[in-house]
């Protein structure tokens, strides 16, 4: 019943950006923290940036931080994550995923085992 689906992946060049949603259908992004991960090929799944739509607090690795911004729409219960100023080493396939627990404010989600719900990826290809 719940589904979750990314868009706006793509081929960009370095430097260029872009805007990644994540529209959930079956549930509520309200009171869920929503996780944005990505896996290239041969790599570990890892947390990009995470929410929780509690307080609004967010969480964003070290490896994109200060390029990638994550925001959710309540009203339109889709999230997004900001892509800017990409690298050729952010080329992998991002997925979103959201809990099926109410999440806690000021906790910060950034393990995959805390996710319940998985959409099925965008890839985003970035070319020097």
């Known amino acids: 019943e719940v589904q979750l689906v990314e868009s706006g992946g793509g081929l960009v060049q370095a430097g260029g950006s872009l805007r990644l949603s994540c529209a959930a259908s079956?549930?509520?992004?309200?009171?869920?923290?929503i996780g944005w991960f990505r896996q290239a090929p041969g790599k570990e799944r890892e947390g990009v940036s995470s929410?929780?739509?509690?307080?609004?607090?967010?969480y964003t690795a070290d490896s994109v931080k200060g390029r990638f911004t994550i925001t959710s729409d309540n009203a339109k219960n889709t999230v997004y994550l900001q892509m800017n100023s990409l690298k050729p080493e952010d080329t992998a396939v991002y997925y979103c995923?959201?809990?099926?627990?109410?999440?806690?404010?000021?906790?910060?989600?950034?393990?995959?085992?805390?996710?319940?719900?998985w959409g099925q990826g965008t890839q985003v290809t970035v070319s020097s």
């Open positions: 079956g549930l509520f992004f309200d009171d869920f923290a």
């Open positions: 929410i929780c739509s509690v307080d609004g607090s967010t």
């Open positions: 995923a959201t809990t099926a627990t109410y999440c806690s404010a000021g906790y910060y989600y950034t393990s995959p085992y805390e996710y319940d719900y």
